[in-house]
């Protein structure tokens, strides 16, 4: 304490002492004694007032205190006062909820039915085609259902009534096919007013195309793909007719069924997911093609000719029996075993002409189905390594090679199947004239024997 004391001393002196330095610079130590000694006597004259200005403001510190603990004391009363009152308005809650409850009876049941009708409808009417007509029928249901959830809100009269407004306008639209005009998104992705038209809660087709409700945007767009002709033929027919019957592709589901209806692949998706392997049996499918016309416009040609041939008695070079009957005629000296030495010989020319290319046609019937069982063995390569690197988590991976595997094994058959019945028919056809070159020598060769025994 002293020590304090001394420093406080220690620092007052000095700061006297600057002030006086300061103040005026004494002349000898009689004069620095005599500052020093006024310097004293201030400073105990304002330590005085200090002293006094704080006992002053102590005594209004009691009284700040005192104003304190006096609001304190009211605040405790009033919150005693306040949590007798909130325990008493909880009873009293309870007791006029209990007796609401059993006031309600069967309306409460009825009111939950309501609020789970309400969130239902709201959904079913997102999803309706009708909103593409009627837009914002979900609001009311939706902000109903939350009041009806979030509090003992009881419905009114006029809520039910409008929900049952809501419900009897979707069942009778739904029977209805009403044309409309509004905004639909091309495929291009340009926006233009078109007369949209609905049939009933099922699709919504214009200019002949199938369209789409987008829900989460509230917009119309035409499908980016659209399904087959025969569909589209219905839609454009709907179009065209005023108050009559007329055919007409619905989905039954809202549009679900559509939409995977134009996901599916048309024939030449299918054939592009045969990759090389299926253009390669497509390709050797066509050659056969080509060949099997050209031999069934040949063969017609020469079976014609042939059958005319028969019904006459002049030979002609033209045909293949022409031919054979001249060679009887350029000989006609010849004994019976030359002659049919020389009627073989004519045949034998005969048959490759007739026979030409048919080889060629069975060959592509029996190597297409080969090939498409090489597509095979390589989508099945294909999907197999797919599922060692990603696994069997996403069918996805592996369904384009299963694809391939299947389509090029398909392409195979198709190509082949007619290419059997083809050949078949093509050597039916040849063999036919062959087998009446045949007849007519042996019928030449029978006559010229029967001339030379009767001679």
């Known amino acids: 304490m002293k020590t304090k004391m001394k420093q406080f001393l220690a620092v007052l002196f000095a700061g006297s002492f600057a002030s006086a330095a300061i103040a005026q610079e004494p002349a000898s130590l009689d004069e620095l004694l005599a500052q020093l000694e006024q310097g004293k006597v201030a400073q105990t004259e304002q330590n005085k007032a200090r002293e006094a200005e704080f006992v002053a403001k102590k005594a209004q510190q009691d009284q700040l205190l005192a104003a304190a603990k006096n609001e304190r004391n009211d605040k405790i009363k009033l919150s005693a006062k306040l949590e007798d009152d909130f325990q008493k308005n909880e009873i009293e809650i309870a007791n006029r909820a209990d007796a609401l409850n059993k006031r309600l009876g069967e309306l409460k049941e009825l009111f939950g039915v309501l609020q789970q009708v309400s969130g239902d409808t709201k959904s079913k009417f997102q999803n309706s085609v009708i909103s593409a007509q009627i837009p914002g029928r979900e609001v009311f249901l939706d902000e109903f259902a939350q009041s009806m959830g979030s509090s003992s809100k009881l419905a009114s009269i006029e809520e039910i009534e409008k929900i049952w407004f809501e419900l009897q306008r ?3 639209e739904s029977g209805k ?6 905004e639909v998104v091309l495929a291009d992705g340009q926006r ?8 009933g809660s099922f699709n919504l087709v214009a200019n002949g195309k199938y369209l789409e409700y987008i829900s989460e945007t509230g917009s119309v767009a035409e499908l980016k793909r659209q399904p087959s002709g025969r569909y589209l033929g ?3 027919d709907l179009a065209k007719v005023n108050n009559e019957q007329v055919a007409f592709a619905l989905d039954p589901t809202g549009g679900s069924i559509l939409s995977l209806l134009v996901q599916a692949p048309n024939q030449r998706e299918r054939v592009d997911q045969g990759g090389t392997v299926g253009y390669i049996i497509l390709g050797i499918g066509l050659v056969g ?7 069934f416009v040949s063969l017609f040609l020469i079976g014609s000719k042939v059958n005319r041939q028969l019904k006459s008695s002049t030979a002609k070079d033209d ?15 010849i004994d019976t075993e030359t002659l049919e030495l020389k009627l073989s010989e004519s045949i034998l020319r005969e048959v490759p002409k007739l026979t030409s290319r048919l080889t060629l046609i069975k060959i592509i019937s029996v190597v297409a189905p080969l090939i498409g069982l090489l597509g095979t063995v390589t989508g099945m390569i294909n999907t197999f390594q797919a599922i060692t690197l990603f696994g069997t988590g996403d069918p996805k991976l592996m369904a384009g090679g299963i694809s391939q595997a299947l389509v090029t094994t398909v392409l195979g058959l198709v190509v082949a ?8 028919l093509l050597n039916t056809r040849s063999r036919g004239i062959i087998n009446i070159l045949q007849q007519q020598s042996a019928g030449i060769i029978a ?8 001679a």
Do not use: H, W, Y
């Not at 233009?192 to 049939?199: G, H, K, L, N």
């Not at 093609?289 to 031999?295: D, F, G, H, P, Y």
């Not at 199947?417 to 078949?424: A, E, G, K, L, Q």
């Open 170 to 172: 979707e069942m009778t």
């Open 177 to 182: 096919v009403t044309t409309f005009n509004r």
């Open 192 to 199: 233009v007013p078109t007369d949209v038209t609905r049939v």
């Open 234 to 236: 219905t839609a454009a």
């Open 289 to 295: 093609l080509l060949i099997a016309i050209e031999r």
């Open 319 to 333: 045909n293949p029996l022409g031919r054979v009957i001249l060679v009887k005629e350029q000989n006609p000296n």
């Open 417 to 424: 199947i007619p290419m059997v019945f083809i050949s078949t």
């Open 447 to 454: 006559e010229r024997a029967e001339a030379e025994k009767g």
